[in-house]
């Protein structure tokens, strides 16, 4: 679903954004039962060779958890770029989210 309500198979659900709002809480609580992310990666929206647009839903789901704790999510990746991604994440004491659906 489009932010202006429309159907949009490269978007999340309904459902599928009333359950990336619902990551915030084991972080925020009450009560707080794990620490806070340094770093949130998904696999960004565009192709790294330009050929076109694909799903939102990856950025989507990360996207109320990183507005609510302040971290910039890191989109910069593209499907199939996993072990670039794992190995431009700083890992404190194993606090990374990552989404590479």
């Known amino acids: 679903m489009t932010e202006q309500g429309e159907s949009d198979s490269a978007s999340l659900t309904v459902r599928g954004l009333q359950r990336a709002g619902g990551l915030c809480r084991p972080f925020l609580g009450p009560p707080q039962r794990m620490e806070k992310p340094a770093t949130i990666i998904a696999s960004g929206p565009v192709k790294k060779d330009g050929s076109g647009t694909r799903s939102r839903r990856p950025s989507q789901t990360i996207a109320p958890l990183a507005k609510r704790i302040g971290v ?3 989109l910069t990746r593209s499907k199939g ?4 991604a794992a190995n431009a994440v700083e890992r404190p004491h194993g606090k990374d989210i990552h989404d590479g659906s």
């Open 72 to 74: 910039e999510p890191d």
């Open 81 to 84: 770029e996993e072990a670039l």
